[in-house]
């Protein structure tokens, strides 16, 4: 970080400047992200609907379609 009153190149450590002993500005901690508890939701159902999609395609057309146990007779 550049010390603001005389320019000269400090480490983001430094509290002080080490020329010309003037205190450094403390560095911007990063802003952090709140969550929506909308998206939380949407993903949520998202993921029940997919979860429910794969459990039909198990149980009731793959046994129809290999023509397994649960396929009606001819």
Do not use: F, H, S
């Not at 802003?31 to 993921?47: H, L, N, T, V, Y």
């Amino acid at each position: 970080m550049d010390c603001p009153n005389c320019g000269v190149y400090n480490p983001e450590d430094r509290q002080i400047c080490w020329r010309c002993d003037q205190p450094l500005p403390k560095p911007e901690e990063p802003k952090k992200r709140r969550k929506d508890p909308a998206q939380a939701m949407r993903r949520m159902w998202i993921i029940i609907g997919i979860a429910l999609v794969v459990w039909i395609l198990l149980t009731w057309l793959l046994p129809l379609l290999l023509g397994g146990p649960g396929a009606p007779g001819p």
